[in-house]
């Protein structure tokens, strides 16, 4: 008989389950909190504007390629390579960095403060290349019963790699490059796992070798939002359907099996099998009240920074600003070792902003701009309070129209903020914690929370907080992982 599936959360890794289970013939419903899908993955429409609210790019675009080919579709939205990847500009000079993917072009803008660069880069990346492709496979595609097997797995990697364990991501770069723009241009992206590069173990370094060498960057043509809506339309064809505004706060379960999920207005929610694809650790902690779990204990493990985001509409062209551009200030070490946990670390932010409208005309009116940036921040465990909110936005407004010579303030038209606080509540981030959990080594693997429930055979999980992480390819490798568990239990019964 048919079996039925109920996914809870209509973010990326729950959508991307769903059109796998629906073409393999499972009868699948979905249930979101939210009016849209997409979750952190999503959009602003207003005052003539488009924005992405959250993600704008994403890495490893075999991953989406073999997603489709897997559900046998066409991939059902259009994505453009990024080079250069981005800029990056520091406040105490004029000077623009390009992050060209060829090393020697990228080089040439190092040449008067590392003339070496072109050499140590191929040699660092090489490093990260071997890093990349020694664990790709093994330890980020794979599902995990114990942690035992998990161990025996990572036995199986190459052991020269042994030393990065032991490192952080900066002092594997620092080994590396002498410069300190070179340092703090090449160990930006520890930022995108949600930490520091202090924080940050050196086995991410992988992560510049996937940057410039491996795969790169892609954006969506007509903006990221493309993804969710391409995704719905096909479970449309497969005729799932999505109940919005409905939020699971509670259960009914016997010993072996959950037998119904209950949402805020009290309504009851059945199927053969649960998939859960709001934060793996939050769920089990509000939905199914778990003491290991319970709110002291998730304080007490390690999570992602928080993000201040903002989304400006203005009315006029900004010529001289690139589509996807870093801010960086003049104490990266200093700055690094606050944003974490320091309120204190706002007063010369650190930002990223990105200019949808640069190559997507259709997300601004004729004449006009869509920005949207993203500030990282301490999570609400260290600022609860965001009443200065607009005070701290005004300022990095002030010192982005300060950097680019023009004074964008009297040019806002529409001005949409987020704090943590509203990052917390659309989608149930704990602390507001823009990644959810963090990638330290001991809650990574199968020491992240499982993408199979500890009581319940019928309950699965997918996304950043589970295995294997943060980021849009690692919801689509979820997917698949969450997928193949499904299939085993079918199988069985
Ligand atoms: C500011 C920001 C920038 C980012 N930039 C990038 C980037 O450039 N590139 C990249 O690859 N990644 C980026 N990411 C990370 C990426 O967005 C996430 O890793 C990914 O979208 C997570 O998808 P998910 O399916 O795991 O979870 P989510 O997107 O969080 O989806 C979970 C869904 O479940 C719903 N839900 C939760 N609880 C319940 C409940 N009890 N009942 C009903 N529904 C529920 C939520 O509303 C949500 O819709 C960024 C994230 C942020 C916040």
């Known amino acids: 008989m048919q079996k039925t599936v109920l996914i809870v959360g209509a973010g990326l890794g729950g959508l991307a389950t769903a059109l796998r289970l629906a073409k393999k013939g499972y009868k699948v419903e979905m249930i979101e909190k939210n009016s849209q899908a997409g979750g952190r993955l999503n959009q602003i429409k207003k005052d003539g504007f488009t924005f992405d609210t959250g993600p704008s790019f994403f890495s490893m675009s075999y991953e989406f390629k073999e997603f489709a080919k897997e559900c046998n579709i066409n991939l059902p939205f259009k994505y453009v390579e990024l080079d250069p990847l981005y800029t990056v500009n520091f406040s105490d000079s004029p000077k623009t960095y390009f992050l060209y993917k060829d090393i020697k072009k990228l080089a040439e803008q190092f040449k008067d403060i590392e003339p070496d660069f072109e050499q140590k880069m191929n040699k660092y990346l090489k490093k990260s290349g071997r890093l990349f492709h020694d664990t790709v496979d093994l ?3 794979n599902n995990f019963n114990s942690i035992f097997s998990y161990i025996l797995t990572l036995m199986c990697v190459n052991p020269t790699h042994i030393p990065v364990l032991f490192r952080s991501f900066w002092s594997q770069v620092k080994q590396n490059f002498s410069s300190k723009e070179a340092q703090q241009i090449v160990s930006l992206v520890a930022f995108f796992l949600g930490r520091t590069p202090f924080d940050t173990s050196a086995i991410y370094t992988l992560l510049s070798y996937t940057e410039f060498e491996h795969d790169g960057y892609y954006n969506v043509e007509g903006g990221m939002y493309k993804i969710v809506e391409g995704i719905v339309d096909e479970l449309k064809k497969e005729n799932v359907k999505i109940t919005y505004n409905t939020e699971i706060v509670d259960f009914i379960g016997n010993s072996k099996k959950l037998d119904y ?7 009851k929610w059945a199927a053969d099998i649960i998939l859960v694809n709001g934060d793996a650790a939050v769920f089990r902690s509000r939905v199914f009240k778990r003491e290991k779990y319970s709110i002291e204990k998730l304080d007490k493990m ?37 944003v974490l946990q320091n309120p204190d670390s706002l007063q010369k932010p650190y930002y990223y902003v990105n200019v949808l409208s640069k190559h997507n005309l259709d997300c601004a009116p004729e004449g006009c701009e869509s920005l949207f940036f993203v500030c990282p921040v301490p999570n609400l465990k260290y600022k609860p309070n965001w009443e200065d909110k607009d005070s701290i936005v005004d300022s990095i407004i002030a010192d982005f129209s300060k950097r680019i010579n023009k004074d964008i303030k009297p040019e806002i038209i529409s001005k949409t903020i987020y704090t943590p606080i509203e990052w917390q509540n659309q989608f149930n981030l704990h602390r507001g914690s823009g990644l959810g959990l963090s990638h330290n080594m001991n809650q990574i693997g199968a020491f992240r ?45």
């Open 139 to 141: 330890v980020i595609k």
């Open 261 to 267: 999920l209950i949402d805020k207005q009290g309504n």
């Open 302 to 338: 390690n999570w992602t920074m928080g993000y201040l985001t903002f989304y400006l509409g203005i009315k006029s062209k900004l010529p001289q600003v690139n589509h996807h551009n870093y801010f960086l200030g003049t104490n990266f070490e200093q700055y690094a070792n606050n």
């Open 449 to 493: 929370p499982a993408n199979f429930d500890e009581k319940y055979k019928n309950v699965f999980y997918v996304g950043a907080s589970t295995i294997p992480g943060a980021g849009l390819p690692m919801a689509i490798i979820s997917s698949k992982l969450a997928f193949e568990r499904i299939e085993k239990l079918a199988e069985k019964s």
